[in-house]
């Protein structure tokens, strides 16, 4: 039996096609249009989805949409009722897709399908809890699913058992610890459903002085972990920005413009709402505790994204161990949805977990034959050398350990945000230079920006304090104390003097708080990729290397070859590695562009 779950209209459109309750599939939209959180409908992913099963769309069985629309509807009607009339320009910038496709979903799958067979709904934080439980390795274990807002729930909790999902509390809009986290990054002059995990690497630069002032007048924070929003000093209610001049005034000064150098007040906000989402959700995740007594804890939603909290919630809360679904924010959704009707609607049961079985590591993408590479290459006139397998993984090594940039494509495409050693760049942790070099030379983003580790998974405890795999990059933890560089207070320093500050003897990966959000690579799981890593082990002595997402700022995760060789030319990489092929910057023709490629990108 053929299911396939469909997210989109929002932000972060995709696909999920699941047989007899396997996931066959998974992939954003982004990924294959090239267009950054891409919220049109997945015609591309449903595609790939399609293929990766060798069926068409007469096969499927059932498919199914991971929101009630009728539901969101009636809420953007309240809401603007509640604020009529200062809410009419947005409200008409919001109908016309409303009533051209949003309410018509069956239709809307028609016409882009050709799918006859009726279509499907579940409800928002229900496909999120069913894409957190359901992958999950537990038999059983609390659900927590926290973000911006989905139908009216901006948060949930529950438990899940077997094949059983139920879900005991929601918290309502316009109360929405995701919004609040959001409104901080408009402010900071980030993009909203973007920009967010900016303002987490921001907050470790800053001092969290504004924390006592977020929670005196602009959020009522429960014991539980509920809040209540004073709505006074926020616009999304009907306006088109997040938050108004109040709310300026009372962070000394208007919102931060996007591009502008950033002060010493944005690094001190975003410490400041950092420290009120993780007392948030630790406070959540106590209650939630309580309320279920299971040992084990499942994650969901655009804020489960955020690594700093969820390793506070590991350390400081009662839960045994914690499983956050890699794509956690709406792509998840279409995931969810699926495994949603094959166990609830449908009523089957849950097999015993077997480890991070479910989820295959989140290599769900499309992948690329060595003939097919090869056949692009040649079309594109690129020298190239095609590498002996049983020394590729020496040879990419090799490089990373002289300092080079690789552009690394191997296997099938990460299903999520996260580059995981699919579509990576790597550099070499130990050199104080490479967080500079890929943020100015290769990423074109911002020079505060951290990169993140991936380290063998069996020597992850002798280089961070941690005792579990992180296999998905969710979860940050501290650098052994052993490797870390004592630091100046940095009373007058500046962003940049900050920066180039060592310290660690692995530089390029360590936070100003000397955390690192932590991929750990298991062999069965990654077998090349951990193959590469365990040869820079034996020719340096260091498991770890730096791994970030395969693109530059702007643009989404690449896909196709052809979409890593466009990336590799336009950049300063030095050798670009796609499945057996290796090529070098040096031996390339000329590249031109028609025009100024990075005009086109939607900058967040």
């Not at 007048?217 to 004073?230: P, Q, T």
């Not at 910057?585 to 990075?598: A, L, T, Y």
């Amino acid at each position: 039996m053929f299911i396939l779950g469909i997210s989109c209209f929002y932000h972060d459109s995709a696909a999920c096609l699941v047989q007899d309750g396997n996931i066959l599939a998974a992939a954003q939209e982004e990924r294959f249009s090239r267009k950054k959180h891409d919220p049109r409908f997945p015609r591309h992913a449903v595609a790939h989805c399609l293929q990766e099963a060798g069926i068409t769309i007469r096969d499927l069985d059932h498919l199914v949409y991971y929101d009630k629309p009728f539901l969101t509807f009636e809420r953007l009607l309240m809401t603007y009722l509640t604020v009529a009339p200062r809410g009419l320009r947005s409200w008409l910038q919001a109908m016309p897709s409303w009533l051209g496709q949003k309410l018509h979903m069956p239709r809307v799958v028609k016409e882009e399908t050709g799918y006859e067979g009726p279509v499907l709904f579940t409800e928002h934080h229900e496909s999120h809890a069913a894409s957190a439980f359901y992958p999950s390795p537990f038999e059983e274990a609390a659900i927590l699913t926290v973000d911006g807002v989905g139908e009216w729930a901006t948060a949930s909790y529950g438990f899940g058992r077997g094949a059983d999902i139920t879900l005991l509390k929601e918290l309502h809009f316009p109360d929405s610890l995701g919004l609040l986290y959001s409104a901080f990054t408009y402010f900071t002059g980030f993009k909203v459903n973007s920009g967010e995990y900016k303002l987490m690497g921001l907050a470790p630069y800053g001092t969290p002085r504004y924390k006592d002032l977020i929670l005196s007048e602009l959020v009522d924070l429960k014991e539980d972990g509920s809040i209540r929003l004073n709505l006074s000093y926020f616009d999304f209610l009907g306006g088109l920005r997040m938050t108004n001049r109040r709310f300026a005034r009372l962070f000394d000064g208007p919102a931060r413009k996007p591009e502008t150098e950033i002060s010493q007040r944005e690094m001190d906000v975003a410490a400041s709402i950092q420290a009120v989402t993780e007392e948030a959700m630790l406070r959540m995740a106590h209650h939630v505790h309580k309320e279920t007594g299971r040992q084990d804890l499942c994650l969901a939603g655009g804020v489960a994204l955020n690594c700093v909290a969820n390793g506070k919630i590991l350390r400081e809360t009662p839960f045994r161990s914690i499983w956050i679904q890699p794509a956690a924010g709406d792509a998840g959704g279409a995931l969810g949805a699926a495994l949603s009707v094959w166990h609830r609607y449908l009523g089957n049961s849950r097999e015993p977990p077997s480890g991070d079985a479910r989820q295959q590591g989140s290599y769900l993408g499309p992948s690329f034959s060595n003939d097919e590479v090869k056949a692009y290459l040649t079309s594109q006139g690129a020298p190239y050398m095609e590498m002996d397998p049983e020394h590729r993984a020496r040879r990419v090594a090799e490089h990373i350990a002289e300092g080079k940039i690789v552009g690394y494509m191997a296997g099938r495409m990460e299903f999520g945000p996260r580059a995981l050693g699919a579509r990576s760049i790597l550099g070499d942790a130990r050199r104080e230079e490479t967080q500079s070099v890929m943020n100015l030379k290769i990423k074109y983003r911002e020079s505060f920006r951290p990169f993140a580790p991936s380290v063998l998974e069996e020597k992850a405890s002798d280089y961070f304090e941690t005792d579990r795999a992180s296999p998905y990059m969710l979860l940050v933890a501290g650098l052994r104390e052993a490797r870390r560089l004592p630091q100046p207070a940095g009373d007058g320093m500046s962003l940049l003097e900050r920066l180039k500050t060592k310290r660690s003897d692995l530089p390029a990966i360590t936070h100003l708080d000397y955390s690192a959000r932590l991929q750990t690579v298991d062999q069965r799981t990654k077998p090349d990729y951990h193959a590469i890593i365990a040869e820079f082990e034996r020719l340096t002595g260091c498991a770890v290397i730096v791994n970030t997402s395969f693109n530059v700022r702007g643009e989404p995760i690449v896909c196709s070859p052809e979409d890593a060789y466009r990336c590799f030319m336009r950049t300063e990489m030095d050798v670009l590695v796609i499945e057996d092929c290796i090529l070098y910057k040096e031996e390339q023709p000329p590249w031109k562009e028609k025009e100024d490629w990075r005009d086109g990108l939607e900058l967040d």
